[in-house]
């Protein structure tokens, strides 16, 4: 999970610098849209591996079967306290509070929404429903309704333009991206570059809904006159923030800047690198060649036409090994209490200079199994590395653990 995380958090660190350096400030509204949109599910979705890539360099890695350890559970290991499980099932146990407070805020937000649409007056104007509010605010839409004061549309101060920018909203499904943003947010409460992104997709809703106001009325200096009035505007405290007139100025930029098709070229073949090269680094699996062995390190069936010339050797041969894991596992508390049984099954690469690394879990019968055997094989001292051709070379490790009940 951390990993994962870990992997996440540099995808979004990465395509957020990129919006920032070469996309914000770039007239390509419905592009940039997509590239927010396509990072968040780029970041969350890659560091799963659902789908790997062949790397286009890469070493040939062997991957040995070890034989299997077995490790003995009984009453007096039952008793003894694994710190660290106790650890992360309080991590768990906020985050999921947490989680769960959030959630509860966002479906009651939503609610509110929904009472507020259907309690209040509203009128049909070109086929759009608008919701006349008592409040003082500043017009607003979220999925199908546009929300504005009553009095300001009693009044007439509501102009055309207004309405037509928060009916672009509407028409361009903007409500799905917030929805979708908020639901990240729930879920990955913890990281702060979410608050990022969907401030960065808010003011990009902006420019296409201003665009699409002045494609139909085209009269941009009359709109920009509206919105300052607007930001300006002493009466709306909530609204009529520093933000807002901060965000105005930009979206003044935005309008009149004119575009340059070959900057626009360069910066989306630029992008398209960005997702190429990250695709293949987080995304990339080694070229496995299986080889089985038994516990005398004798090469068994070969899988694939080329193999090591001489396989890697832990100090004092594989059953040093064995005695090696045998010795430093822990069995958890929760193993020996509840009689557990099954096998977890771990894979490990031998590096070059004989040191372990990419160790995973590939199944795990639970109950912190999994966490211990990594911990236990973190341990491990340098192996001497396989050799192939007179060069050492990676290989990757297989390794079963059966835990059974002592009878």
């Given at each position: 999970?951390?990993?994962?995380?870990?992997?996440?958090?540099?995808?979004?660190?990465?395509?957020?610098?990129?919006?920032?350096?070469?996309?914000?400030?770039?007239?390509?509204?419905?592009?940039?849209?997509?590239?927010?949109?396509?990072?968040?599910?780029?970041?969350?979705?890659?560091?799963?591996?659902?789908?790997?890539?062949?790397?286009?360099?890469?070493?040939?890695?062997?991957?040995?079967?070890?034989?299997?350890?077995?490790?003995?559970?009984?009453?007096?290991?039952?008793?003894?306290?694994?710190?660290?499980?106790?650890?992360?099932?309080?991590?768990?146990?906020?985050?999921?509070?947490?989680?769960?407070?959030?959630?509860?805020?966002?479906?009651?937000?939503?609610?509110?929404?929904?009472?507020?649409?259907?309690?209040?007056?509203?009128?049909?104007?070109?086929?759009?429903?608008?919701?006349?509010?008592?409040?003082?605010?500043?017009?607003?839409?979220?999925?199908?309704?546009?929300?504005?004061?009553?009095?300001?549309?009693?009044?007439?101060?509501?102009?055309?333009?207004?309405?037509?920018?928060?009916?672009?909203?509407?028409?361009?499904?903007?409500?799905?991206?917030?929805?979708?943003?908020?639901?990240?947010?729930?879920?990955?409460?913890?990281?702060?570059?979410?608050?990022?992104?969907?401030?960065?997709?808010?003011?990009?809703?902006?420019?296409?809904?201003?665009?699409?106001?002045?494609?139909?009325?085209?009269?941009?200096?009359?709109?920009?006159?509206?919105?300052?009035?607007?930001?300006?505007?002493?009466?709306?405290?909530?609204?009529?923030?520093?933000?807002?007139?901060?965000?105005?100025?930009?979206?003044?930029?935005?309008?009149?800047?004119?575009?340059?098709?070959?900057?626009?070229?360069?910066?989306?073949?630029?992008?398209?690198?960005?997702?190429?090269?990250?695709?293949?680094?987080?995304?990339?699996?080694?070229?496995?060649?299986?080889?089985?062995?038994?516990?005398?390190?004798?090469?068994?069936?070969?899988?694939?036409?080329?193999?090591?010339?001489?396989?890697?050797?832990?100090?004092?041969?594989?059953?040093?090994?064995?005695?090696?894991?045998?010795?430093?596992?822990?069995?958890?508390?929760?193993?020996?209490?509840?009689?557990?049984?099954?096998?977890?099954?771990?894979?490990?690469?031998?590096?070059?200079?004989?040191?372990?690394?990419?160790?995973?879990?590939?199944t795990d019968v639970g109950y912190g199994i999994g966490d211990e055997v990594t911990r236990v094989l973190k341990l491990s001292p340098k192996w001497i590395a396989a050799t192939k051709d007179g060069k050492a070379v990676r290989v990757m490790y297989s390794l079963p653990i059966k835990v059974e009940p002592e009878k």
């Open positions: 999970m951390i990993n994962y995380l870990l992997k996440s958090g540099i995808l979004l660190l990465i395509f957020y610098a990129v919006y920032k350096l070469l996309l914000q400030n770039e007239k390509m509204f419905r592009f940039n849209r997509v590239y927010l949109l396509g990072s968040l599910i780029f970041s969350f979705i890659i560091p799963l591996q659902l789908f790997s890539v062949q790397p286009l360099f890469s070493d040939v890695l062997s991957t040995i079967q070890l034989d299997g350890i077995v490790i003995k559970t009984s009453k007096r290991v039952s008793a003894s306290i694994n710190y660290s499980q106790l650890f992360g099932l309080a991590l768990w146990f906020v985050y999921s509070m947490v989680i769960f407070i959030l959630g509860v805020r966002f479906f009651k937000n939503l609610y509110a929404l929904y009472k507020t649409s259907l309690n209040n007056e509203y009128h049909i104007i070109e086929n759009q429903k608008i919701v006349l509010l008592q409040e003082t605010i500043l017009p607003h839409s979220f999925w199908n309704t546009i929300f504005i004061n009553k009095l300001d549309f009693e009044n007439g101060k509501i102009s055309t333009e207004l309405i037509a920018h928060e009916k672009a909203h509407l028409i361009q499904k903007h409500s799905l991206d917030i929805l979708f943003v908020a639901v990240l947010k729930i879920v990955f409460w913890f990281n702060p570059l979410l608050f990022l992104f969907e401030k960065a997709i808010k003011l990009n809703h902006e420019f296409l809904a201003d665009e699409a106001v002045n494609r139909q009325f085209e009269e941009i200096s009359n709109y920009q006159k509206m919105l300052l009035d607007i930001a300006s505007d002493k009466t709306t405290v909530a609204l009529a923030s520093t933000i807002n007139y901060l965000i105005t100025k930009k979206r003044f930029v935005m309008m009149t800047k004119k575009e340059s098709p070959i900057t626009v070229s360069l910066k989306v073949f630029g992008v398209g690198i960005v997702f190429v090269v990250s695709l293949f680094i987080f995304s990339s699996e080694a070229v496995a060649q299986e080889v089985n062995v038994n516990s005398d390190n004798k090469t068994g069936n070969l899988y694939r036409i080329e193999s090591v010339d001489k396989l890697p050797e832990f100090p004092g041969g594989i059953e040093e090994f064995y005695k090696f894991v045998g010795m430093n596992f822990k069995i958890p508390a929760e193993v020996g209490k509840n009689k557990i049984e099954g096998k977890t099954y771990m894979k490990f690469v031998i590096e070059k200079d004989g040191s372990l690394s990419n160790i995973m879990v590939l």
